[in-house]
């Protein structure tokens, strides 16, 4: 768990722990991403005057979620078989640790990282418990218990207006899970899973605090950088 919460110790296999974790303790199913490629990576050359970034390790020149989304194997291979997972990062000990969301998993809502304080402190003042929170550099991701698509439309559908800057993560989703890095910075953990069985709240009870939160947040589009 040290490795998980950033330790510099074992930082080779950080993502490999981190995994096995989410697949072992927490019976979480994962799967590998692409990770990112070096900054100096040819044909990966920077803009003009810029400094050298990291990037996607997928082909796409573009790619909206770099450096953290399924590639090869692709989603559904995502497991909590030890010996897998562990296989998988051995070989590829920089590939970002990815969450497969819905089924048995957690899902997540998530919403712009500017929005994420006040609807956090909302919640807190309304006595709203949260379970594990994961911060990246643009958005903050809340898990809650698996929900289905017929679930989340009944909760849609009772709300007059749901902002599109509030992401929802189900069955055939996922989330990255620390310590996956972004070009943008890592991420992290702002409230990470406690215990063998971490408390996951019901969508429900979060869902109207983060529509108030993020229907002044801005709008990120198409882009679905994490």
């Known amino acids: ?7 510099r110790r074992g ?19 994962v799967v590998p991403g692409v990770g990112l490629t070096d900054p100096g990576r040819p044909g990966r050359s920077p803009r003009s005057g810029s400094a050298p970034v990291a990037a996607c390790g997928c082909p796409l020149p573009d790619c909206p979620v770099p450096g953290a989304h399924p590639l090869e194997p692709d989603l559904l291979a995502a497991t909590t078989d030890a010996r897998m997972v562990r296989w998988w990062w051995t070989n590829r000990p920089a590939a970002s ?9 957690p899902c997540a809502l ?8 006040l609807a956090l402190a909302d919640l807190g003042q309304r006595g709203l418990r ?8 643009t958005r903050v991701a809340l898990l809650v218990r698996p929900y289905d698509l017929a679930e989340l439309g009944e909760l849609l559908h009772a709300r007059d207006h749901v902002p599109t800057s509030l992401r929802f993560h189900g069955e055939g989703g ?13 991420v992290r953990w702002s409230h990470a899973p406690q215990g063998p069985t971490p408390y996951l709240p ?7 605090t983060l529509i108030e939160a993020s229907t002044a947040a801005p709008d990120p589009g198409n882009r679905l950088a994490h």
Do not use: H, N, Q
């Not at 768990?1 to 330790?7: K, Q, V, Y």
């Not at 080779?12 to 995994?19: D, I, K, Q, V």
């Not at 640790?97 to 998993?105: E, K, Q, S």
């Not at 996922?174 to 890592?186: F, M």
């Open 1 to 7: 768990m040290r490795e998980i919460l950033g330790s």
């Open 11 to 29: 930082t080779r296999w950080a993502r490999r722990t981190a995994a096995l974790t989410c697949a072992t303790e927490w019976k979480w199913p």
């Open 97 to 105: 640790v990815l969450l497969a969301t819905g089924g048995r998993a």
């Open 110 to 117: 998530s919403l712009p990282a500017p929005a994420a304080p």
């Open 130 to 137: 949260t379970g594990p929170v994961l911060a990246t550099p």
């Open 174 to 186: 996922y989330v990255p899970l620390p310590p996956t890095r972004t070009p943008a910075g890592p």
């Open 202 to 208: 019901r969508a429900e009870e979060l869902l109207d």
